[in-house]
């Protein structure tokens, strides 16, 4: 079935004439450029950035093995949620699904655009509930957001249960994959080129190792990526973060995500044998979830050990874990040693 995503979008941003740059009505590498408003003095800033990022954009499309026209930079994913809550969502109007528990930016990013939030909870041992979704779409409903592997669950959901979401909801499904690069499971983004409801994240914040440079990806239909285009600020990525991320990815990340899925598979290992973890949720992500006997106690523990975690003891579903990020194993070790000491802390 070929989805009209038009359909999908607000009436404003249809109708939107967007900014267009001195650099969009004029585009030349030599010359003597006088229509930015521009300092003349060189000092490898004093340019404005290109509001395309067409060479990073030509880069990232040979590593991914994807065209150029179904990339959008954002300055982090961050950026590419609320550019697409603004390009689909009328705010008091139209509502948004997303599972539960997950990444929380969805929530916010949708509160701040004043969009109903839905949020669907995981099934058993955190699986996707295909139909629990379905059945919370409206006629307002225009996205629903999923992340796999989901953050702080760890799993992946199936290609083929996504994929039935992408073909029964007409609106836009968002699937989040920010740690897909330590998952065993392939990325959907050869899928958005026959999908344009589908749209892929990645981000340059996990595995690539970039989180403090701000750039996150939605990989999506050439039509959806030229509107979230019009929508973003003209030059969302700066000079410098632009050359940056070219220099590094031009290195390989293949060896430090192998020695980070070892690692978890050492932390997991050694956690499975503590007396105060009762569950370590499988992860095909940096991260573990685990569930404590007192999440509180031993977040409490590790911080006055140095050690901070991610304590999701109130998040809905996340009762009694903690999210534990995969480290160097000098730091994993300092983990475990401490995780060891509250064990026996307790014990007397
Ligand atoms: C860390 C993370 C991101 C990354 O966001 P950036 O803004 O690109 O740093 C995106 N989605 C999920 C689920 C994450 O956990």
Redesign the pocket.
């Known amino acids: 079935m070929v989805k009209d995503i038009n359909k999908y979008v607000r009436r404003a941003i249809l109708q939107l004439t967007p900014y267009s740059t001195a650099r969009d009505e004029y585009q030349c590498e030599l010359g003597i450029f006088l229509d930015a408003n521009e300092s003349p003095y060189e000092n490898g800033y004093n340019r404005y950035p290109d509001p395309h990022q067409k060479a990073l954009k030509a880069q990232i499309a040979t590593l991914k093995g994807i065209a150029t026209d179904n990339i959008f930079i954002?300055n982090?994913?961050?950026?590419a949620i609320d550019v697409l809550m603004r390009v689909f969502c009328e705010p008091r109007v139209d509502n948004v699904v997303a599972i539960a528990p997950?990444?929380g930016?969805y929530k916010v990013a949708a509160a701040i655009n004043d969009v109903e939030m839905r949020e669907v909870q995981l099934g058993k041992e955190f699986s996707l509930p295909v139909d629990e979704l379905l059945a919370a779409v409206d006629e307002h409903t225009k996205m629903m957001f999923l992340?796999s592997p989901?953050?702080p669950t760890g799993n992946a959901f199936e290609r083929e249960q996504i994929m039935r979401l992408v073909e029964a909801f007409e609106g836009v499904v968002v699937v989040?994959e920010?740690?897909i690069d330590f998952a065993d499971v392939e990325s959907l983004r050869s899928e958005v080129v026959s999908h344009p409801n589908l749209v892929v994240?990645q981000?340059?914040?996990?595995a690539w190792a970039m989180?403090g440079l701000?750039?996150?990806l939605a990989l999506a239909d050439s039509r959806v990526v030229e509107l979230m285009s019009e929508v973003k600020y003209p030059y969302n990525i700066n000079v410098a973060t632009m050359q940056i991320v070219s220099e590094l990815l031009r290195e390989q990340i293949d060896d430090k995500v192998q020695q980070i899925k070892q690692q978890r598979a050492i932390v997991e290992q050694t956690l499975s044998e503590s007396a105060v973890v009762r569950k370590i949720y499988p992860s095909q992500a940096n991260f573990l979830l685990v569930k404590v006997d007192d999440a509180d106690a031993m977040y409490e523990f590790l911080i006055a050990k140095g050690i901070i975690v991610r304590n999701r003891n109130k998040v809905r579903g996340c009762e009694g874990c903690l999210r534990l990020t995969v480290g160097t194993p000098e730091e994993n070790g300092a983990l475990l040693k401490s995780i060891l000491e509250y064990e026996k802390s307790i014990v007397r």
């Open positions: 954002g982090g994913s961050d950026e997950s990444y930016m992340c989901n953050n989040d920010a740690y994240l981000t340059m914040s996990k989180a701000r750039v996150g």
